[in-house]
Every structure is written in C-alpha cells, then in structure tokens.
C-alpha cells in the first residue's frame, strides 16, 4: 500500500487543506508519498518538509504550474505515476481537487471516489449523498484508488519532521486549448464560509439586506464567516454565494447560529455536520429549534444587539 | 453554435430524502422527482446563448430509464430544440460510465459547447464534466457562475473557485459546467409546455454503445447520517453566551 498525496498551494502556502488530505492518507498505510506542482515553491516546499507522515517530497517547478489548470496538472501527475506501485491517489476535495481528480481519473480509467468522510479499510470508504442526507459506504474494486477527501473531517497533520525533496523535471506541452486570465480574491476580511470556524447566517426573518448589519458586528466580534438561506437569497437579501444549503454551500464549522432561518430541509442538509448549532427565531414551532443545540425563541431585532454586546 | 446540454433525473430538492430500511439505498418511489437544479441552469445558460444568437441548436441529453423522457421534455419546455435518451434499465451509472456515453454521443453530433451542472444533488460526484473533457481533449471550465463567447471561438468564463473568483479562457469545442450563480432558471410557459411535446426525442438503447456498464465501487449500505442529539432552549442572551462558552466551548 502507498499512497501519493496531491498538495494544493497558492505557490506561497500549503492549504489547510493538504495538510488534513495527509491524515486521512495516514489511515490507509504508513507509506505515504506527496506531490506539488507549481511555480516558485520554495515557500510552499519549506512548509509542506515540515508534515508528519510523509515519506517523500515530489517538487516540480514549472511554469506550465504558474496557475492551477486542472488540464496541465492532470496530465503531468498521470505521467508521473505511470510504472509507479501507487495504489491510492488522495487530493483535498476542495474546488482545487473537484476540478483536476476526476480528470485524472478519467486518464487513468478509474472510477474515484469523491468526497470521503471516512476511511473504514485500504478499499472501503464513507461519503455522504444527498447533501449529507444519507451515508453511502462504497467499496472500490479498481486497482488504484482516486479519493478526495473532505478536509473539514480529518485534523490536519502535524508538523514536527523534516522530509526528504527530490525536484523532477516534467516533459510536458503545454495546453493551448485554454489560458488563465485572473484571479480575484474574494474582498472580504471575513473567513470562507467553507473554512471557517464559526458561521452566522441570517434568513428570511431579517427582513431586508439592510438588516444583515446587525449580523456583521456579531460576525466581526467572532471572526466568523457569514451566510444566508436560500430564501434570503431568493428576496435579494444579499448575494448568491452567501447561500448554505444544499444547492448552496456545505458547512461544517465548529459553531453555526441561524438567525431568523426557519430550517427548511434544503438548509439543514447544508449545516447538520456543525459540531453545535445555535439559533435565534421568534416562532418556536420553527423546525430549526429540532436540529439546534441551543435556541433562543425571541425578536431577533431585540436579541441580536444585545448578542454584540455580550459577545 | 451547437450546445450539448446534459440532464439528470434526481429526487426534487425539497423532498425530503428516506433511506430503505434495507439500507440499500434511498427510497425513491412515488418521490417528486425533478432535473438536477444545476442541469436547469445549464439548460437557461443554452437557451440564453440562443436568444443572443449565439447558439443555433440545443440538444437535450439524458441517460436513464424511460422515465428521463420527462426531464428532458422540461428541458424542451425551456427552450431546447431536440432531444436525446440514452435508454438503461439501471437507475444509476457510473460518473465514469456516463462521461464514456456523453462522449460517445457527442464524437456524433459534434456539438461547440457541451454545458452540465457541477454536480447532481443525488451522488453529488461532482465528476461528469470534467471526466467528460477529459475523455475528448476539451477544455473545461467547471463551476462557472459568468460566461461569455468572444468572437475568435473562445469563451471566456469566471468559475467559483474556494476564496474568489477566476477567469479562464477556453477554445471552442469546450465543456462547461454550471454553478449557483450563473443564473435563474426560466419557469416554462404553458405554451411552451405544449410545444415541446411535438419536440423530437430520439431513444438509444445503451446496448448499442460499446461500453462496459458495470460498476466499479460497490455501494455496501446507505444509513441515515448520525443524529443530533436533541438541543434545549435557552432563556435568554445571557446563557445562550455562557451556554457557548462554558458547554460547547466554541466561542
């Protein structure tokens, strides 16, 4: 058993993410390998040199890697892993790994599997269907395993060693078929909605986006990130990638408060793997109060500034 | 132009999901079923390309049993022009399996824009498109949320990726798959309705592709996720803060 670890980076640091795709690694076998493409690492290399669990450090610095085009990227790892005696081939499923793994996969003929949650053997994994509605156990009968793994399930590794880098050199074409334009980084201050360690989201019961101030004092206090229900979406409220639900954003951060949300089963699916839940809505019949460690049945108007206050 | 728009028959999104007692999987009978939410935007980004004259045919494809016919004619209703079956007594193929067919279909009909959702809300593989691109050297944007043809046969679009926003150029033939943000689905008219009943759809049995349809993962059982333990409700501000610090110890 070995397995090669898919390291996304920025060409500066390792994402979070990497560093939980190693621990996950960790559960199928002991011999794990990574691998990091990109252009002008050294940063990124110095940090990744420091994870426990890795055996070995692959570095290919090249400017066909400048920017994360899954069909450049693709391709060089399937070249790099021909003749090779890996058996599982793990990528964060961040939108980095949904991107490029199924490409190669399809490269290699393999059916991955997306999105683990955990790992019971070296062939039999979880992963949530339906939003996390249902739990589906699958058994691989491929002979490599192609997994992403969801980051927000594994701790991430921990950093105390010093592993072994070997540079290749990588003789590839570059794709024409498709060019990188730019990238902007979203202008928040606040954390990712899907990264972050606490989340407030406000729904219909806000009234209007005007109103969603009141969430921010609470969400600058708390450094959380902010959300929305599909029905405030809907309204016009705030943007469309505020939306947590299903057909949204996925979250899973240590603490969740929905304000004014009544918990339609379209959010729920979006939030149930919070470690706790709190809400605040003024009907108490509201189905979020069954899915919610801690409600608060109230004026969310009334509470909200009084929340800021004590927080 | 010529779109390739791909479409799945899943469990509506407001339906309430039940797993089998048999742990076989989810029960789908007498289930409001409806098109993958994300497959709808693919099918409004076709026919708005249409309207722009940008695009001259939409071709509607699913892969499913009989019952996919309903979807697709939604997808007429919208605003496609002809549709395509690909007949199985399989509920569910394959990611891997699919994106064979897809290209099988498309080596065919040669579509410039081959346009799905990210992912189906029922496996949520979120694998099709790009396996899809893969398997005939199209380049692919996936999780577009804006798109725009240029006039040299490239289209230009911002895909959500975690933290932002990017931008890439992409040739013509291409593969695009679809996010929340691109737009809002048309209702279809009831006029619309009826015409698109007389609208073709030609059924193609899956035997007549040459491809191995068996599975490679096993499902071994499907189980309601983990419970959460019942909450309480608090009283008041005060110990919803005190609650959160000291008992869950989040804040």
Redesign the interface.
């Known amino acids: 058993m070995k397995v090669l670890v898919i390291i996304e980076h920025d060409n500066e640091t390792v994402k979070q993410s990497s560093f939980s795709t190693i621990s996950a690694a960790k559960e199928i076998s002991d011999s794990i390998e990574a691998i990091v493409l990109g252009q002008g690492i050294d940063s990124v290399i110095n940090q990744l040199k420091k994870s426990d669990h890795l055996k070995k450090i692959y570095k290919i610095d090249n400017e066909l890697f400048q920017n994360p085009l899954a069909e450049n990227l693709s391709k060089a790892i399937h070249k790099f892993t021909e003749g090779s005696d890996y058996t599982h081939i793990l990528s964060p499923s961040s939108t980095f790994g949904k991107n490029m793994s199924p490409k190669l996969s399809a490269l290699m003929d393999v059916q991955q599997i997306s999105d683990i949650t955990k790992i019971i053997s070296d062939d039999t994994f979880e992963r949530p269907i339906y939003a996390g509605n249902a739990i589906a156990k699958v058994k691989s009968n491929d002979p490599i395993k192609i997994i992403t793994v969801r980051p927000t399930c594994f701790e991430p590794c921990a950093l105390n060693s010093s592993v072994d880098v070997e540079s290749l050199k990588v003789d590839l074409d570059k794709n024409n078929l498709i060019s990188f334009v730019s990238y902007d980084k979203s202008k928040s201050d606040r954390p990712e909605l899907t990264s972050a360690k606490i989340v407030i989201s406000g729904g219909r019961g806000m009234q209007n986006g005007e109103n969603f101030r009141l969430l921010e004092g609470i969400a600058d206090k708390l450094g959380a990130a902010m959300g929305a229900s599909r029905a405030a979406v809907d309204a016009g409220f705030v943007p469309n990638d505020w939306q947590v639900g299903q057909t949204g954003k996925i979250v899973a951060p240590d603490l969740y408060i929905a304000v004014g949300i009544s918990g339609a089963i379209q959010h729920i699916a979006g939030i149930k793997d919070s470690k706790f839940i709190a809400c605040i809505n003024k009907d108490e019949e509201a189905p979020i109060f069954n899915f919610s460690d801690y409600g608060l049945v109230g004026d969310l108007f009334e509470l909200l500034p009084k929340l800021e206050e004590k927080l | 132009m010529k779109a390739l728009v791909c479409v799945k028959r899943v ?1 509506d ?5 039940r ?1 089998k007692s048999d742990k076989s999987g ?1 029960e789908t009978d007498n289930v409001k079923m409806s098109m993958n ?2 497959d709808e935007i693919a099918v409004e980004e076709a026919v708005r390309l249409k309207e722009k004259n940008q695009i001259q045919e939409i071709v509607i494809l699913s892969i499913g049993t009989d019952k996919s016919q309903e979807t697709i004619r939604s997808g007429l209703a919208m605003g496609g022009d002809r549709g395509i079956l690909v007949k199985t007594e399989k509920d569910q193929l ?3 399996t699919v ?1 064979k067919i897809i290209k099988s279909v498309s080596d065919k009909e040669k579509p410039d824009l081959i346009i799905l959702g990210k992912q189906a ?8 498109g ?2 899809v ?3 005939l050297e ?6 577009a ?1 804006e798109l725009k043809k240029n006039n040299d046969n490239t289209l ?1 679009v911002t ?13 013509i033939p ?1 593969v695009v798959t679809t996010d ?2 691109l737009n809002e689905p048309r209702y279809a008219s009831l006029p619309n309705i009826m015409k698109a009943k007389q609208k073709k759809i030609d059924v193609l049995e899956i035997g007549s592709f040459d491809i191995d349809i068996k ?11 983990p419970e ?7 009283d ?3 110990s ?2 005190e ?2 610090k000291n008992e ?1 110890k ?2």
Do not use: H, M, W
Not at chain 2, 215 to 225: A, C, G, H, M, S
Not at chain 2, 228 to 234: D, N
């Open positions: 469990i999104y407001n339906v309430k999901i797993v989810v939410p994300f394959e990611p891997l994106g809300i029922d496996d949520d593989c979120n694998q099709t790009q396996i691109a893969t398997l199209f380049p692919q944007a996936t999780f949320s230009e895909r959500e990726v975690d933290g932002g926003l990017e931008t890439v150029k992409i040739n291409c929340l943000r599975d490679r993962l096993q499902v071994l059982e499907v189980k309601e996720p959460r333990k019942p909450g309480i409700k608090v008041d501000v005060d919803l803060v609650k959160l869950a989040v804040l």
